[in-house]
T-cell receptor, first 114, second 109 residues
Framework: DSGVTQTPKHLITATGQRVTLRCSPR?????VYWYQQSLDQGLQFLIQ???????AKGNILERFSAQQFPDLHSELNLSSLELGDSALYFC?????????????FGPGTRLTVL | GIQVEQSPPDLILQEGANSTLRCNFS?????LQWFHQNPWGQLINLFY???GTKQNGRLSATTVATERYSLLYISSSQTTDSGVYFC???????????FGTGTRLKVLA
């Protein structure tokens, strides 16, 4: 158990809908990262937050947004869902935002868009 | 952007065999991690190894940052080692993390 928690574990929804994925980092970690794992794109970095502020952006679609709250938990919002958004979404956390910090991953949320 | 390539893409071993997985990256990095994704999808940290050599039980890893590669050694493999092994790098000068395409390992009893 990495100490990173994600809810829900599974989510099934329809095209056009909006969902929210939640992540709580390990105790003491200030930085949160979101990743998407799909069959055709592999594991892709989406976005990083540090202490409530956006730190880096990867391949995140405009239909997706995220935020980190004062208690350091983070939410990833996915809207106008398409079939291709079906994937495993991971959250990771680290102590600090810099690249020289070990990341620890949560168990993931499996999203299925029908 | 930085490219991360892993080899081999697939590997089948008999229980007890040894193996070496390779991760090549195209630019300088300030972080490299190895992960094991088990058949249930969990990503498990194996090594945080931007340079040098580390060992943990039957697993060890070496990163030669100046030559832009890292190796993961698995000795006396067990069926529970099955899954996908990923390396991930953080490119120097950016805040983006790049995962390799992975090596899918199957260990047969």
């Amino acid at each position: 158990d990495s100490g990173v928690t994600q809810t829900p574990k599974h989510l099934i929804t329809a095209t056009g809908q909006r969902v929210t994925l939640r992540c709580s980092p390990r105790s003491g970690d200030l930085s949160v990262y979101w990743y998407q794992q799909s069959l055709d794109q592999g594991l892709q970095f989406l976005i990083q937050y540090y202490n409530g502020e956006e730190r880096a952006k990867g391949n995140i679609l405009e239909r997706f947004s995220a935020q980190q709250f004062p208690d350091l938990h983070s939410e990833l919002n996915l809207s106008s869902l398409e079939l291709g958004d079906s994937a495993l979404y991971f959250c990771a956390s680290s102590v600090a935002p810099g690249g020289n910090n070990e990341q620890f991953f949560g168990p993931g949320t499996r999203l299925t868009v029908l | 952007g930085i490219q991360v390539e892993q080899s081999p893409p697939d590997l089948i071993l008999q229980e007890g065999a040894n193996s070496t997985l390779r991760c090549n990256f195209s630019d300088s990095v300030n972080n490299l991690q190895w992960f094991h994704q088990n058949p249930w999808g969990q990503l498990i940290n194996l090594f945080y190894i931007p340079s040098g050599t580390k060992q943990n039980g039957r697993l060890s890893a070496t990163t030669v940052a100046t030559e832009r590669y890292s190796l993961l050694y698995i000795s006396s493999s067990q069926t529970t080692d099955s899954g996908v092994y990923f390396c991930a790098v953080h490119s120097s000068g950016t805040y983006k993390y790049i995962f390799g395409t992975g090596t899918r390992l199957k260990v047969l009893a």
